[in-house]
């Protein structure tokens, strides 16, 4: 997408954003609120080519997950959103079926306006199988459990296609540290019975994709002769102008609270590491933004710290914090809410696990820290230092278009096409 049409359409939808947000505030009419407000989840993706009916053909991949991806919810559905668009942009005619359901139109709407067929029903994919698994070249299979369920589906209508197992993140290495976290003896078994099933269906599968060099080097221990590709966190890049340092102020939080190890980084945050914070600075807010917050976690008796729940627009929320801070103490893969921050052009304090799979210097383009005095010490610097937040929101910035735009992680896709022997 060229530079002028990336902001056209970065300013309509913070139009929209900010029109959704006045008729709220305003006590407009709800149901206009909420239309506008989808208008500006729906472009989270950038306009894509045509619908894939209307396109030349190309080998037919099929990428098969749970539910439809919400790319306005979780960078792990933005990276999957983004990776369909990038084959298709390749080349590909490429369908998308949902394991559960077929989602809300609009989050089908994103994918159609990428190029993509999206079925909306089991029935659905069963008979696209049935009609197309003779011309189907590659299946990506996205998740251990769909992987394991839809594996032998896939072998026996489509026998001469490629299979490949898309990780996300290896659930094995995240129960593994929950276990170390909790001193949980049944957590650590369930992590090897987990290792087994993964590296299983590495076995079984033509190619596996993970998010990490970490990850990988994991599983090619236990399968050395197998075929991997490394597709990180993707993200289209914010426009600028950004707010300065003296424009903000704060902590944030993003993440998805049915995902627990975000659930325990904010226990761990309020109860921990705020407090030291606020011995060394004084007072200091912490927003935390994410949908499906527990209870407790909405209910906690402190009024400088704010939970919003599920926005619609991170940009507001990026643009006034002073900080991201991303404490998690277990967890698995690349965590897409590191380098989303540092997109928007703010300064990162992580864990050695939040870190994993951010190619950035430690210190000079995010900060890393483990243990309570550490971290507590680093969110010190950044939110006093401001020669040092300029310089580490400059590198972070620059790490992210350098590394992990579309045009930077395509290629990584079409290099595993290669691989298997998939021209477009």
């Not at 990180?232 to 426009?239: G, L, R, Y």
């Not at 704010?306 to 404490?327: C, K």
Request: aromatic share 4%; with cysteine; charged share 25%.
């Amino acid at each position: 997408m060229a530079a002028g049409a990336a902001r056209e359409w970065m300013g309509r939808a913070a139009w929209i954003a900010a029109r959704a947000r006045f008729l709220v505030q305003s006590g407009g009419v709800p149901r206009v609120a909420r239309q506008l407000v989808d208008r500006a989840a729906a472009m989270v993706l950038p306009p894509g080519p045509p619908p894939a009916v209307d396109r030349r053909p190309g080998p037919h991949v099929l990428v098969i997950d749970k539910y439809v991806p919400t790319p306005d919810r979780d960078t792990g559905s933005l990276r999957l959103s983004l990776m369909m668009r990038l084959l298709a942009d390749a080349g590909a005619a490429v369908t998308f079926a949902p394991m559960v359901g077929g989602g809300e139109e609009r989050h089908r709407a994103l994918l159609a306006g990428s190029g993509i067929e999206v079925l909306t029903h089991r029935g659905g994919r069963d008979a696209w199988l049935a009609s197309n698994g003779s011309q189907l070249r590659l299946a990506i299979l996205v998740r251990r459990p769909i992987a394991r369920a839809a594996l032998p589906r896939v072998r026996k209508a489509a026998p001469s296609a490629k299979v490949a197992y898309e990780t996300i993140d290896l659930e094995s290495v995240r129960e593994a540290r929950r276990a170390e976290v909790d001193g949980n003896r049944n957590a650590a078994a369930f992590a090897q019975r987990l290792r087994h099933e993964e590296v299983q269906l590495v076995r079984d599968c033509d190619a596996t994709i993970v998010t990490t060099p970490e990850e990988e080097a994991i599983l090619r221990g236990a399968v050395p002769d197998a075929l991997f590709a490394v597709v990180p966190a993707i993200h289209v890049m914010p426009e600028p102008p950004f707010p300065g340092v003296d424009a903000r102020c704060g902590l944030l939080f993003v993440g998805n609270f049915r995902h627990g190890p975000n659930v325990d980084a904010v226990r761990y945050l309020a109860d921990v590491l705020l407090p030291r914070v606020r011995t060394a600075v004084g007072p200091v807010t912490l927003t935390v933004v994410g949908g499906n917050p527990p209870r407790w976690m909405e209910q906690l008796d402190d009024p400088d710290i704010e939970v919003t729940g599920w926005v619609p627009d991170l940009r507001p929320f990026y643009d006034r914090a002073r900080v991201a801070v991303v404490p998690l103490r277990f967890g698995a893969g690349m965590k897409g809410k590191v380098t989303e921050a540092m997109a928007h052009g703010v300064p990162v304090v992580t864990t050695a696990v939040g870190a994993e799979g951010v190619d950035a210097h430690r210190g000079d383009e995010l900060m890393v820290a483990d243990g309570d005095e550490a971290m507590a010490s680093a969110l010190t610097t950044l939110l006093t230092d401001d020669d040092e937040w300029r310089r580490l929101a400059t590198n972070g910035r620059a790490v992210v278009a350098e590394r992990y735009s579309p045009a930077a992680v395509g290629p990584r896709l079409t290099g595993l096409l290669d691989a298997l022997g998939i021209a477009t």
